[in-house]
């Protein structure tokens, strides 16, 4: 099993939809969890961290449930220029995170 | 503010000849340095990573090395590239202790 899973997708969604991508993690020690776009021949960027109590930034909306061992992001008011590549990720020790194979999203007009 | 330099951007090489990769960070000190390879459509592989001068540790077993002769700076080597070794190799960095990573702009490497 990996240690993150995502949907690869492609999800192929509407301008100004709401899109929601799930992430499993499978250590249940990890502390530090991470969403990161990534553009097509582009480095990965951090988009937001990822808190216990959940936060907001924008029209994003990340959230944790330990329980089942998930992470979410939300994005609302979907813009043409979202379209990437969504990696989810979760520390695996101290210095070290493992990144998820990625969710591809295209807004289409 | 902090950056991060990689070069080359781009490198196309034969199989058998050797390889150096440079990455080097500004405007932080004593970074956690992370050097990663991402085959076309495929996820991010942590080859190596490093938390101080000359401590490497290795994810991957493979023909590929690393060294870190300076505090900002963090070097990836082969002897002899194999077709395998083509991808997108990307370098990061992070402050000790947090899991937050900045990635450098990468090189497109393919071996021919």
């Known amino acids: 099993r990996k240690e993150v899973e995502q949907d690869p997708g492609p999800f192929n969604v509407p301008e100004g939809a709401t899109v929601a991508f799930n992430c499993t993690y499978s250590?249940?020690?990890?502390?530090?969890f991470f969403w990161y776009r990534q553009d097509c021949r582009k480095e990965p960027k951090l988009l937001m961290s990822v808190y216990s109590s959940g936060n907001e930034d924008g029209r994003f909306t990340a959230q944790l449930n330990r329980a089942s061992q998930y992470i979410s992001l939300l994005i609302r008011d979907s813009k043409l220029s979202d379209s990437a590549t969504y990696l989810c990720v979760a520390d695996s020790s101290a210095s070290k995170i493992i990144f998820g194979s990625g969710t591809r999203l295209s807004i289409r007009p | 503010s902090q950056t991060i330099h990689q070069w080359p951007a781009t490198l196309v090489q034969p199989v058998g000849s050797p390889l150096s990769l440079e990455c080097t960070v500004e405007g932080t000190s004593n970074p956690n340095l992370y050097w990663y390879r991402q085959a076309a459509g495929r996820g991010l592989q942590l080859l190596f990573y490093?938390?101080?001068?000359?401590?490497i540790s290795s994810e991957v077993p493979q023909n590929l090395s690393a060294s870190r002769p300076q505090d900002r700076q963090f070097i990836l080597s082969s002897k002899k590239l194999l077709l395998s070794d083509s991808g997108f190799y990307l370098c990061?960095?992070?402050?000790?202790?947090?899991?937050?990573?900045?990635f450098g702009p990468g090189t497109r490497l393919t071996v021919t």
């Open positions: 250590n249940s020690a990890s502390q530090s």
């Open positions: 490093s938390v101080g001068i000359g401590q």
């Open positions: 990061a960095w992070a402050q000790s202790g947090s899991g937050e990573q900045y």
